[in-house]
C-alpha cells in the first residue's frame, strides 16, 4: 500500500484544462500501488460513472468522489450585469476554488446537490456557488483549501495574514475536522510562497495540512497537450500565450516516489519534513475515511401497472394486424413479455413508448425503431466476441438470462432483402437493409431518409459525428 494518494486531479472532463483520462490514472494508480483514484474536476461530477467501472476493474482500487468548485457570493449580481459598477461587475465574474470530497453517502448527495447548483442557479462562465450554499451542504463532506486560485491562497500571495486566518477559522467551523490546509510542490514562485504562510497558519489555528500536485494529466510529456488546451480556453497562441501567467509543466500524475524525490530535491526548505510527512499521510487518511456506496443498478421511473398497460397495448396492436388468434404470435409475445417483467424493464418500455409518443404529437424526429440483423451482429461467447454469422454448435453464448448457455443447432434463413454497404470517407462501412431509415444531412438541413435514397455527398449522422457517405 502506497503511502501518499492524489485527493486534487482533474481528468478530461475538467473541461479545456484537464488532459487526462479516468482510464490513464486508474492504470497509474494501480501499477504504483496507489488504493484510490480520487477525482475532483472543476464544478461536475461527470466523471463518477466511469470512475466506478475503472476501479471494478482493478484489485483493491477504489473510487473517491469530489470536485474542484468554483465559489462566488456575488452571482446574485449577474442578472442585472450590464447596469453594475465596475467594482461590481468584478465581484460578479470572480471566482475561487475549493476542492470537496465526499466522505459519506450523504456528503455525496450533498455534493451533487452543490455540483446542480453551481450549473442550475450559479453559473456565469463557470459554474458557482455561493458561501451560503455550501454551508447548507457541508454536511459529510471534506474540504481542502485548493490551488492558488482559492480565496485563501490569494491572500497569503499577497501577505493578509490576518484576512486569511479568519477565512479558515470560517470554513474551520464549518467542516471542523474535516477541513484541510493545502499545500503544493509545483515549482511555481508564488506557491512557493503561499506553502509558507499557509503553513504558519495551519500550525496557529491547528488545521491539518494535505499535499497535493494538482494533477491535470497522466504523464510529464503530456504537458504540451494541456499547455494547447489552456490556450484554446484563454483564446492564447503558441507565440502570445495569454492568460497562461501561472502555467507550470509539472501537473502530472507523480509517483510517491517522484514527489518525495521531488521533496528532496527542491523544498526540503519550502515545507519542513515533520509537515510534509504530516501532509502525505493525511491524503491516505482523508481516502481511507471516504466510505460512499452507490448503487449503480439500473434505476427506471416506476409506472403503476406498467406490466398490464404494456400487455393491453401488445393485445390491442395484435388485434389491429390481425394475428391475435395465431399461436405462433401468442407464444413469442408471452415468452418476450415474461423476459421484460422479470428483467423490471416494464417501467422503462412505457416510459419510452410516453417518450416517441410525445416526439411524433410535436412533430419531432423519431427514429424508425427498428434494427438489422445482419451476419456482423455481435454475440458474446464464454471466451470471445464473435459475429453471429460465425457461431457453431457447442459455443457457449450468453442468454437473456445472464447464463451461458450450449448452441444446439444453427439455422440460416434465406432474407429477401437486399443489403446496402455504405462506405464513409473515413473508410467505416455500414451495413443495413435498403428500407433502413438514415439521418442524413441534406442541403443544411436534417430528415430520415430511406439508405436506398442516400446521394454519394450526403453527410450521414450517427453516434461519433457526421460523416460523408459515398
Known amino acids: 500500500m502506497s503511502d501518499f494518494a492524489h485527493i486534487h486531479l482533474h481528468t478530461d472532463f475538467s473541461c479545456l484544462d484537464g488532459y487526462g483520462t479516468v482510464e490513464e490514472y486508474a492504470k497509474k494508480a494501480s501499477e504504483n500501488r ?26 483493491n482500487l477504489t473510487p473517491v468522489f469530489g470536485s474542484e468548485v468554483y465559489v462566488n457570493n456575488y452571482h446574485h449580481l449577474v442578472p442585472n450585469f450590464k447596469n453594475l459598477s465596475d467594482e461590481d ?13 465526499a466522505q459519506t453517502n450523504q456528503g455525496y448527495e450533498n455534493l451533487v446537490k452543490l455540483i446542480s447548483d453551481g450549473w ?5 462562465y463557470k459554474p458557482r456557488v455561493s458561501w451560503e450554499t455550501i454551508q447548507e451542504y457541508s454536511e459529510g463532506i471534506i474540504c481542502s483549501t485548493a490551488c492558488l486560485g482559492s480565496e485563501i491562497s490569494q491572500l497569503a500571495l499577497q501577505d493578509r495574514i490576518p484576512e486569511a486566518e479568519d477565512l479558515a477559522r470560517r470554513y474551520k467551523e464549518v467542516f471542523q475536522d474535516r477541513y484541510f490546509i493545502e499545500l503544493q510542490m509545483i515549482k511555481m514562485e508564488e506557491q512557493d510562497k503561499v506553502n509558507k504562510n499557509l503553513i504558519r497558519i495551519a500550525a496557529k489555528l491547528d488545521i491539518p495540512l494535505v499535499v497535493t500536485n494538482d494533477v491535470h494529466y497522466c504523464e510529464q510529456k503530456d504537458s504540451y497537450n494541456q499547455t494547447i488546451e489552456l490556450l484554446l480556453n484563454s483564446k492564447g497562441t503558441i507565440n502570445n500565450r495569454s492568460g497562461l501567467e501561472f502555467h507550470t509543466d509539472q501537473l502530472w500524475y507523480k509517483t510517491p516516489e517522484e514527489m518525495d524525490n521531488l521533496w528532496e530535491r527542491e523544498y526540503r526548505n519550502n515545507i519542513p519534513k515533520p509537515e510534509y510527512l ?33 400487455m393491453d397495448l401488445c393485445v390491442k396492436e395484435m388485434k389491429k394486424r390481425g394475428v391475435f388468434n395465431n399461436q405462433i404470435y401468442k407464444d413469442r409475445l408471452l ?13 422503462y418500455f412505457m416510459c419510452v413508448k410516453k417518450i416517441v409518443d410525445y416526439s411524433k404529437n410535436n412533430g419531432w424526429s423519431v427514429g424508425v425503431g427498428r434494427g438489422c440483423f445482419l451476419s456482423q451482429n455481435k454475440v458474446i461467447c464464454k471466451n470471445s466476441i464473435k459475429n453471429i454469422k460465425d457461431i457453431q454448435i457447442g459455443d457457449k453464448v450468453l442468454s437473456h438470462d445472464n447464463k451461458f448457455h450450449f448452441v444446439l ?27 433502413h431509415k438514415i439521418r442524413v444531412k441534406r442541403k443544411n438541413k436534417y430528415k430520415w431518409i430511406k439508405a436506398q435514397d442516400l446521394f454519394e455527398e450526403d453527410e450521414i449522422l450517427d453516434l461519433k459525428g457526421v460523416r460523408k457517405g459515398n
Not at 283 to 309: H, M, Q, W, Y
Not at 413 to 434: H, P, V
Open 34 to 59: 496507489i488504493e484510490y483514484l480520487c477525482v475532483t474536476d472543476h464544478g461536475m461530477g461527470a466523471a463518477y460513472p466511469r470512475m466506478i467501472e475503472e476501479c471494478a476493474r482493478y484489485d
Open 89 to 101: 461587475k468584478f465581484l460578479a465574474r470572480r471566482n475561487s476554488h475549493l476542492v470537496l470530497i
Open 120 to 124: 442550475i442557479n450559479g453559473f456565469y
Open 278 to 310: 504530516e501532509a502525505k499521510a493525511n491524503t491516505v487518511r482523508i481516502c481511507e475515511s471516504c466510505d460512499v456506496k452507490i448503487d449503480t443498478t439500473p434505476k427506471f421511473p416506476e409506472i403503476e401497472n406498467s406490466a398490464g398497460l404494456m
Open 335 to 347: 415468452k418476450e413479455y415474461k423476459v421484460i417483467c422479470e428483467k423490471g424493464y416494464s417501467s
Open 409 to 435: 443447432n444453427v439455422f440460416e434463413y434465406d432474407i429477401d432483402e437486399d443489403i446496402l454497404e455504405i462506405i464513409t470517407e473515413d473508410n467505416r462501412k455500414i451495413s443495413c437493409t435498403l428500407d
